[in-house]
């Protein structure tokens, strides 16, 4: 699995993990990322069980598993957070984050336990010493129940599924040609977003952070001009339309 710094200032490092070459191909291709603030880890949505043995190995080569304190799920879905209860199971006094709307289904995937629940308006995601990371609302983009995380340190915006592509295997990790990129998420975000209302409360609320990355859970980041391009792409593109 392909592991690479995003972010780094000595004291706060964002590390993605991904592009594994041996991930079978019939599972979709993830982006998992580590927030390390002060050497303590939190893990942005995990993965799937299928990518548990290759992600820990790779994790552990960046933070010790005892430094790892917790983990935040944007949202329900098994390519974000099935692995759960193997994470608890080498890791059993990790914290885990989530929508309140989600708990009691993602306890399904953590042998009983269930997330911590995030209110709608998001709250902070306290890691080591700091407190300014915090999570905020994404509601039905695209999930019912959805939070991105906000590091206003290093500017970077976790977006889950905002921002996913299915892109090719070999795809650059940075988006390099934004009108090339489009093909790789414009199916994905009329069919898997539902609404326009939430979409376009999304893409105001982005805009008055004014990130530097945009870091979804698949396909590639966005970072300088590039995060213009697709929040303006965004604004225009008619979601839920994707059935006749
Ligand atoms: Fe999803
Ligand atoms: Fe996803």
Not at 86 to 112: D, N
Not at 237 to 242: K, Y
């Amino acid at each position: 699995m392909r592991t690479q710094t995003i972010f780094d200032d000595g004291v706060r490092r964002w590390v993605v993990f991904g592009r594994d070459p041996s991930r079978a191909q019939q599972v979709i291709d993830t982006n998992q990322y580590l927030v390390l603030h002060e050497g303590k880890g939190m893990l942005l949505d995990p993965g799937g069980v299928e990518i548990f043995p290759p992600y820990v190995a790779a994790l552990t080569a960046e933070v010790a598993l005892s430094d790892v304190e917790s983990i935040f799920a944007s949202h329900q879905d098994p390519d974000v957070i099935s692995s759960l209860s193997l994470w608890r199971a080498v890791r059993p006094e990790v914290l885990c984050y989530a929508s309140w709307c989600w708990t009691g289904f993602i306890a399904h995937f953590g042998g009983g336990h269930a997330p911590i629940p995030i209110p709608d308006e998001g709250g902070p995601l306290p890691l080591g010493s700091s407190r300014d990371l915090r999570s905020i609302p994404a509601h039905y983009c695209h999930s019912s129940g959805n939070l991105h995380v906000w590091d206003p340190r290093a500017k970077i915006l976790f977006s889950g599924d905002m921002g996913a592509a299915l892109v090719p295997n070999g795809a650059p990790l940075f988006v390099e040609d934004f009108a090339e990129h489009i093909k790789y998420m414009e199916g994905f975000h009329k069919r898997w977003m539902p609404s326009n209302r939430a979409k376009n409360a999304w893409v105001k609320r982005v805009r008055a952070l004014n990130p530097e990355l945009i870091a979804p859970q698949h396909g590639s980041i966005f970072r300088g001009a590039d995060v213009g391009r697709f929040l303006d792409w965004m604004e225009g593109l008619q979601v839920g339309s994707a059935v006749p």
